[in-house]
């Protein structure tokens, strides 16, 4: 009994941790625009990942710690480091998935991360929507999440799209997937208001 309230507590957690600052935008999986994601974001970071450590808590049963290095911002506090906790980890060969994002040691993302829930818990905004990787690109580093750039940036002024992401929405497939690292921070600035 005290086992199944355990894992209904971290569900609860979850949910909490995903309301962010609007329960309409966060507690959905519905496709987010970048507006959206803005929105809901207390923190748009620049990271690479240093550390992944998952510990036992008395409260969601197990949660994972993970530690970055900021490269840059768009949105939050100064601080040289950022630290996400989720819910969820494999401990003591007990797995427990919530299909929150995991983040690869060495490997570089863009989080778009709401306040922290009352149980010091957050995911990115609309989960693996408000996490972007980055990724190396033709003409230097780009990002994505795996959607359409003309589905994420519905809604914007086309006079307000950098050039090298209106000249990607012209194109198809593949190339409409990422966007170039520093047009996007700068749109990620423009759209919190943070220039």
Excluded at 4 to 23: E, H
């Amino acid at each position: 009994m005290l086992r199944a309230l355990k894992a209904l507590a971290a569900l609860a957690a979850l949910q909490v941790s995903l309301l962010g600052a609007s329960a309409a935008i966060a507690a959905s999986v519905a496709p987010l625009t970048l507006d959206q994601i803005v929105a809901g974001a207390k923190h748009i970071v620049y990271v690479r990942c240093t550390a992944n450590t998952v510990q036992a808590d008395p409260d969601v049963g197990v949660v994972t710690i993970t530690s970055f290095v900021v490269l840059g911002r768009a949105k939050g506090g100064e601080d040289s480091t950022f630290t996400v906790r989720q819910v969820g980890g494999e401990l003591n060969g007990l797995a427990v998935d919530y299909h929150v994002p995991k983040f690869v040691l060495g490997e570089e993302y863009v989080l778009f991360m709401p306040a922290s829930s009352k149980l010091g818990l957050a995911s990115p905004v609309g989960l693996s929507q408000g996490a972007f990787s980055v990724l190396p690109g033709a003409a230097g580093k780009e990002v994505g999440n795996g959607r359409d750039v003309g589905e994420l940036l519905a809604g914007t002024d086309a006079a307000n799209v950098p050039p090298r992401i209106a000249a990607r929405l012209q194109r198809g497939g593949q190339a409409r997937s990422r966007m170039d690292l520093d047009e996007f921070m700068a749109l990620s600035r423009a759209k919190a208001g943070t220039q």
